[in-house]
Nanobody, 125 residues
Framework: QVQLVESGGGSVQAGDSLRLSCVGS????????VAWFRQAPGKEREFVTT???????YYADSVKGRFTISRDNAKNTVYLQMNSLKPEDTAVYYC???????????????????WGQGTQVTVSS
């Protein structure tokens, strides 16, 4: 059973960059589909991006071209590189993992069985 720990959040200005990390323990993340979700105050948790079975990546339209998901299997870590940040990117960011998810459900939070505790990202204008 894998445990996930996110880090790298912080407070930045619009246009800045941040890199979030999701470190796995108790299991190899290379065997999981790993995704990033975010939740802003008063809003539902929303899909950001996923690395599906280590090969295919998918992004929400709102972050396409600005965010990049990547893996470092040697470090058992999945990264979220966020560039050109906007105030509307402000949220708690969570990583999530699943070994059994199917492609049609990768954007659904309830399809992931493992979650980290989240890391806050605040972007000011």
């Amino acid at each position: 059973q894998v445990q996930l720990v996110e880090s790298g959040g912080g407070s930045v200005q619009a246009g800045d960059s941040l890199r979030l990390s999701c470190v796995g323990s108790g299991g190899a993340l290379s065997a999981y589909t790993v995704a990033w979700f975010r939740q802003a105050p008063g809003k539902e948790r929303e899909f950001v991006t996923t690395s599906f079975r280590r090969t295919n990546t998918y992004y929400a339209d709102s972050v396409k071209g600005r965010f990049t998901i990547s893996r470092d299997n040697a470090k058992n870590t999945v990264y979220l590189q966020m560039n050109s940040l906007k105030p509307e990117d402000t949220a708690v960011y969570y990583c999530a993992a699943s070994q059994t998810i199917i492609l049609s459900r990768v954007r659904n939070a309830d399809a992931y069985g493992y979650w980290g505790q989240g890391t806050q990202v605040t972007v000011s204008s």
